[in-house]
Each structure stands twice: as C-alpha cells, then as structure tokens.
C-alpha cells in the first residue's frame, strides 16, 4: 500500500509561531508537493520538489519556505504564522509518470 | 489565473441516476488529465484519468470524457451512490509534471 503520511491531523498555533509540517512518503518517489486547499479556491500549489535539496516556488509561496533533506521528507515551514494561513494543507507525491498520491491533510488552525 | 476551471461548485443527484461533473481548461499543452474524491477531513484519492491522445476512458462506474476541441472534460458516474457524496477535483498536469487543480465540485448523492 502506498503511503504519504502527515505528521499531525490538527494544530492549533499563535500568531507568530514559527510551524513545521513534515511529509514522509515510502514510494521511494523523486517529487514531492505542499498545496493549501481553501473553500472555493480549491487546491493551490505552495511549493514543490523533484530532487533532494531541490525546490520550486508554487502559486502561494508567500510567508512559506521549504526543507528537503531525504528523499522521503518535505517539510513545509510557516515562518511566522499569521491567521490567513488557517488552512488544510495537504501534502503529494509522484513519480512525474503516475498520479499524485496524497497525504490525510493537516488542518491547521492559527489564533 | 486559473487554468483548470470547474463551475458548479455543488451537485445533487438521486441514488441510481447519473452524475456528470464538468471540468474546463484553457492551456493546450496540457497532457494528462485525472480526477480526485475528497471526503472531508481526508486527502485526495485518485479516481480515473485520461491521456490527450484518447477521448473516453472508463473504469467501472466511471467513465472520464475527453473533447480537446473544446478543451473540456467530464467525469460520469452511473448509477451514483450515496457513498459517492464527495468533493471531486479535476486536475491537469503538463509535461513539466506540474499538476493544475480545479476549485472542486460537491457532489451529493441523495438517497
């Protein structure tokens, strides 16, 4: 069974608080992906990696940044985490020749 | 600017009948086209997906449409069941691998 696993369900952060999302997949696959989903917005890309220490900027990155270190880790970090950053954020991955494969989500909740 | 568009953002439909879900999208060097179920508080799974080169693939009680003419694609789901109630997604993905996602539509099955 193929597995993308996200650390936690629900968080619930301060403003300011600096927060990581970690991502582990066991599909030995090369690209990996954060994307926020929001009602009515539907699912934007925050940023994206296709190799170790390798990543790209997405549609949102803003107040993001990433760390990839192992192949089988993408962690998403919020700097300082503001309330607009409320979200589910849901992480991916692929082979570049298949479909995505999806984490549970995190839905994170900044006060 | 959204590439990958979905326009109702809801559907109901009665158990047994047929659910058409709708997905346009306006860049035509897209290649690779899918759709993903959302239920809530879970990540996207994989459905069905389809190749530009066809213009119907079909799996079960779901059958993917093509018409690249008019850049639009539909997912059919005969008959619908309850347990289909969900968000589906619609999803691009161009040969630089980067998948485009729709805004999704909520699909209720009413029994």
């Known amino acids: 069974d193929v597995k993308v696993t996200q650390s936690s369900r629900y968080l619930v952060k301060r403003t300011g608080e600096k927060v990581f999302l970690e991502c582990v997949q066991d599909?030995?696959?090369?690209?990996m992906f954060w994307y926020r989903q929001d009602p009515g917005l539907g699912l934007r890309l925050i940023y994206f990696?296709?190799?170790?220490?390798?990543?790209e900027k997405g549609d949102i990155p803003e107040g993001y940044s990433v760390s990839r270190e192992k192949k089988e880790r993408f962690s998403l970090i919020l700097e300082s985490a503001s309330t607009n950053q409320t979200s589910m954020y849901l992480c991916?991955?692929?082979?570049?020749?298949?479909?995505?494969?999806f984490g549970q989500g995190t839905r994170l909740t900044v006060v | 600017d959204q590439q990958v568009k979905q326009n109702s953002p809801s559907l109901s439909v009665q158990e047994g009948r047929i659910s058409i879900l709708n997905c346009d999208y306006t860049?035509?060097?897209?290649?690779?086209f899918l759709w993903y179920k959302k239920y809530p508080a879970e990540g996207p799974t994989f459905l069905i997906s389809?190749?530009?080169?066809?213009d119907k693939n079909e799996d079960g009680r779901f059958t993917v449409f093509l018409n690249k003419s008019a850049k639009h694609l539909s997912l059919h789901i005969v008959p619908s069941q309850p347990g289909d109630s969900a968000v589906y997604f619609c999803?691009?993905?161009?040969?630089?691998?980067?998948?485009?996602f729709g805004t999704g539509t909520s699909l209720t099955v009413i029994p």
């Open positions: 599909m030995d696959h090369e690209n």
């Open positions: 999803a691009s993905q161009n040969t630089g691998n980067q998948f485009y």
């Open positions: 991916a991955s692929d082979t570049g020749n298949t479909e995505a494969f």
């Open positions: 860049n035509s060097m897209f290649d690779y």
């Open positions: 990696s296709y190799d170790v220490k390798m990543k």
């Open positions: 389809i190749s530009s080169i066809k």
